[in-house]
């Protein structure tokens, strides 16, 4: 009797130790949609640049939750237009490459100019498209910025200088051969150029002001999100620049950068967020208000929902 009880806790012991493993190692596919997730950053945006990701923290979360990420860098400063096409150029190559039918495109700013024009152009190769903290109707900073420089003159100088700090932005990030043209993209977000670029692709588009868009176009999702807070965390050297471009809105809630309407497009997640413009990236370096939202669990959140969707 006693042999057989040793047997019988060995037996148990062996087959609660072989059931352990499957459990505790079992894979997080909390994030693992049917087509790839493309990030598309913003203006003066890149992949990477030495340590430092645009997407800070956010890729490497959804890739551990199964999602295929890919980070596309376009120009850090052009038209949404040539923006876009490099966009698209980028997944035609990507397709021809891996045989990928469709992908999830999540834009920042003014990258969400560039995957809603792909969306309009090559429906069939995009599943989704989600922005985050996107000019929609365009930014009341890019207006005075371009009413300021014209008015003394400066436009031709600054557009040089600018241009000048993109380059230098594409260098570093490993792709010195982008056009770059800050003119072009200043055009692109002020409320006029936003409001022609809205007319020739408006899939999406909200019925009014401040409220929904259609949420499926042929064949796409759109999605948006935005945040309305702007001086979030001390240690932030970004937020004193926020505060001051914030100025522009003239107290209406915005991002620092993009008004709280303006970021509605397709199906409103929400428009609040405490996030600043580049706490909507996670950045600078995951600092953020002490109470504000989690970026990196909405981008989780937002990839669930692709996957729920079959996307």
Not at 219 to 233: D, I, K, M, P, Q
Request: charged content about 15%; some cysteine; overall charge neutral.
């Amino acid at each position: 009797m006693k042999r057989l009880l040793t047997h019988g806790a060995l037996a148990l012991a062996c087959l609660a130790g072989s059931a352990l493993p499957s459990t505790s190692l079992a894979a997080d596919t909390y994030t693992q949609t049917r087509y790839p997730i493309v990030l598309v950053h913003g203006l003066f945006g890149f992949d990477s640049i030495g340590p430092i990701d645009y997407w800070y923290g956010i890729t490497s979360a959804l890739q551990s939750g199964g999602a295929k990420v890919i980070v596309s860098q376009v120009s850090a400063a052009n038209s949404s237009e040539v923006r876009g096409e490099q966009l698209l150029a980028e997944l035609k190559r990507l397709k021809a490459a891996n045989g990928t039918a469709k992908f999830n495109l999540i834009g920042h700013s003014h990258g969400g100019h560039a995957v809603r024009y792909v969306a309009a152009v090559a429906p069939e190769l995009v599943a989704s498209v989600s922005t985050v903290g996107t000019p929609h109707t365009g930014s009341p900073v890019a207006d005075d910025i371009k009413a300021g420089t014209s008015a003394t003159g400066t436009t031709a100088w600054v557009t040089s200088v600018v241009n000048a700090f993109a380059s230098l932005i594409s260098l570093l990030s490993g792709q010195p051969g982008l056009p770059q043209n800050s003119e072009a993209a200043m055009n692109s977000l002020t409320t006029a150029g936003s409001a022609d670029f809205n007319k020739r692709y408006p899939a999406g588009k909200p019925s009014s002001s401040c409220g929904s868009g259609a949420a499926t176009v042929n064949g796409v999702r759109y999605y948006s999100a935005g945040g309305t807070w702007v001086l979030t965390n001390v240690l932030d050297i970004s937020d004193a620049l926020l505060g001051l471009t914030s100025i522009s809105f003239k107290g209406a809630a915005n991002d620092g950068l993009v008004g709280k309407c303006a970021s509605h497009w397709g199906t409103v997640l929400r428009d609040d967020y405490g996030w600043n413009h580049l706490d909507e990236v996670n950045q600078v370096f995951g600092l953020r208000g002490l109470f504000s939202q989690d970026p990196v669990a909405f981008y989780r959140t937002q990839a669930n929902r692709l996957k729920t969707a079959g996307l």
